[in-house]
Each structure stands twice: as C-alpha cells, then as structure tokens.
C-alpha cells in the first residue's frame, strides 16, 4: 500500500500487475492507455487492470492524494 500525493501530471505503470486507486484528498483525471479519461472526486476507487501497462494521473488543483494497493506475489 502508497500514499501518493500527485502535485503534477504524471505516468504511472502497472508493472504487470493490478492497481486499486482510492482519492483521499482533492480531486483529477485518471486516463488508461488508450482509454477514456475518467474524473477521480474523494472517495472514488478504481481498479487499473494489469494488462493496461500505463496510465495517466493529473491533479484538478493542487494535489491530488491516492493510496494505491497493488497485488504482493
């Protein structure tokens, strides 16, 4: 488990494995490879499924706050 505190557009990958995304704090964007982008308000929890590779992650103000649980092998 991460607490991310994302201040600026970013890339984040999956590394071969899932990614559970839940807004804590301030609000964004979360867009899949080649998907659609998807508004993230406090409280939103979204599974980013492996096979996706990237995504992108942008802040609406000044930061955007998620815990990102992924998979332990």
Known sequence: ?????ITRASRLGTD???Q??????GSGSLQP???VEIELAPGD?????AATG???VAPS?????????VAIP
């Not at 488990?1 to 505190?5: E, V």
């Not at 559970?20 to 704090?25: G, P, S, W």
């Not at 103000?61 to 649980?69: N, P, S």
């Open 16 to 18: 071969r494995q899932f």
């Open 33 to 35: 490879r080649g998907g």
């Open 45 to 49: 929890t979204w599974l980013v499924p």
């Open 1 to 5: 488990m991460n607490d991310l505190r």
């Open 61 to 69: 103000g000044d930061e955007l706050g998620l815990l990102q649980l």
């Open 54 to 56: 990237y995504h992108d």
């Open 20 to 25: 559970i995304y839940v807004v804590i704090e």
